[in-house]
């Protein structure tokens, strides 16, 4: 369900179900070729002044993807009828659906962003 101002509308699937499984699917591999570079090239030197690892800097760059700000009218718009979900979904969708990423970032069993039981496509 995404919020518009005070109203709640929800995510129509039928439309978004493609991208989101696409989303699922590439983050997966993408975390999987960066695990892969570091094999070959070493591990990443921590950024200063940051307190995150190289493996929760992957994740955060990938979430930073999906930043954005939509006008009420045009997130409405985009929600009832869009291909896309919103980038808040296309964040805590398929990063909650992956272990490694609950693993990188010691999220309890349960909580929000590391569900019992989650959606693995490929």
Known sequence: ????????????????????????????????????????????QRLPGLDFTSEQMFWISAANTWCSVYRPEALK????????????FRVLGPLSNLAE????????????MNPVHKCSVW
């Not at 439309?15 to 990443?44: F, H, M």
């Not at 990423?101 to 929000?112: A, L």
């Open 77 to 88: 718009i985009r929600v009832l009828t869009g291909y896309h979900s919103p980038g808040n």
């Open 101 to 112: 990423f609950s693993k990188d970032f010691n999220c309890p069993s349960g909580s929000k």
């Open 1 to 44: 369900m995404s919020k518009i101002g005070l109203l709640y509308i929800n995510l129509n699937g039928i439309n978004t179900q493609g991208e989101n499984i696409a989303d699922n699917g590439g983050i997966k591999e993408s975390y999987l070729a960066y695990n892969s570079w570091v094999k070959r090239n070493g591990p990443e």
